[in-house]
């Protein structure tokens, strides 16, 4: 892909560099989106099964669908993008990599500073002492797992529908965007809120920004850059003609 003077200069130039990234940068490492032609989770729209009242209503059918997830992503490899970003965090002199991801593959990659918006499903708790489980939640036998100190539930420590985000992460991530001379939105559908509002506030206060997903979304027609195709090609190939050194696995 050819890229733009324009944009190779304005990513060559900037002071700070801020990156949202959605479940589309680790669809090229087998972990399924949720929405679009690509979702696995066709079956069950996420508003179904990623909120409070569905796992009250059916702990064992919510918690297999992340024991589930969780097992696929122990199997799983960060792809060339998650790899790329750890190279643009060595590159950059400040830079925010904010992610809605829960899978853990940005720091797996390597990526240092990064904001976790929805939590992260290595993590569990429980809702009644919200004890944390211990590291590793057991995936033996089925069915939702109770806390070892009181017998409550234990859920994942992610973000549901209806729940707020971790304050201190999201207004870390606001400020990034405010302050960035360069905000690239990568692989998501920008439709979940507060995480889709970023790239507006980036926009706002004046930075360059760059949208790079397999189709168009709602940000595309304020975006300066609409990127389209693979974002494990796409973003390599920037940081290549931009002059950026890849480094770890490609
Ligand atoms: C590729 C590719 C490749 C594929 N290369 N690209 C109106 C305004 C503001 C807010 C709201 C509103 N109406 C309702 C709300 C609230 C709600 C919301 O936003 N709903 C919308 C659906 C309308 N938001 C909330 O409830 C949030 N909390 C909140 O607002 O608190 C305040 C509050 C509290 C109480 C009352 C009222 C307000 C919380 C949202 C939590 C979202 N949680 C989930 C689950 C996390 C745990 C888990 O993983 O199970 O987060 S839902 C799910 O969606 C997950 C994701 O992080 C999130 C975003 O999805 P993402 O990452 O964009 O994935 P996809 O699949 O949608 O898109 C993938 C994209 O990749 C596609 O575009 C592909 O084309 C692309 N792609 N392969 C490049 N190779």
Redesign the pocket.
């Known amino acids: 892909m050819t890229f733009s003077e324009n944009l190779i200069s304005t990513l060559k130039n900037a002071e700070s560099i801020c990156v949202l990234t959605?479940?589309?940068?680790s669809?090229?490492s087998g972990v399924p989106?949720?929405?679009?032609e690509?979702?696995l989770w066709k079956k069950f729209k996420?508003?179904e099964l990623?909120n409070f009242d569905a796992f009250i209503c059916n702990p064992d059918l919510v918690w297999e669908w992340y024991a589930y997830r969780r097992r696929l992503i122990h199997e799983v490899k960060p792809n060339p993008a998650h790899y790329a970003l750890v190279a643009l965090e060595h590159f950059a002199n400040n830079f925010t990599l904010v992610t809605?991801?829960?899978d853990n593959l940005h720091r797996r990659a390597g990526s240092k500073n990064v904001l976790e918006l929805?939590?992260n499903?290595e993590r569990s708790y429980c809702i009644q002492c919200r004890a944390l489980a211990p590291d590793a939640v057991p995936e033996g036998p089925t069915g939702v797992q109770r806390c070892t100190k009181c017998g409550g539930l234990v859920r994942p420590d992610?973000?549901?529908?209806?729940?707020?985000?971790p304050l201190e992460v999201f207004s870390k991530a606001e400020s990034a965007a405010r302050q960035c001379d360069i905000f690239f939105s990568i692989?998501?559908?920008?439709?979940?809120?507060?995480?889709a509002s970023l790239p507006y506030t980036a926009l706002d206060h004046g930075a360059f920004v760059v949208e790079?997903?397999?189709?168009s979304?709602d940000l595309s027609s304020r975006a300066h850059e609409v990127l389209t195709g693979?974002?494990?090609e796409i973003l390599p190939d920037l940081l290549l003609q931009a002059g950026i050194q890849l480094q770890g696995e490609q």
Not at 33 to 36: D, W
Not at 187 to 195: I, L, N
Not at 212 to 215: G, I, S
């Open positions: 959605g479940a589309g940068i669809a090229e989106t949720f929405r679009g690509e979702g996420p508003e990623a809605q991801n829960v929805h939590g499903i992610v973000v549901w529908f209806g729940e707020m985000l692989g998501t559908s920008a439709v979940v809120y507060p995480a790079m997903n397999l189709e979304t693979k974002v494990g």
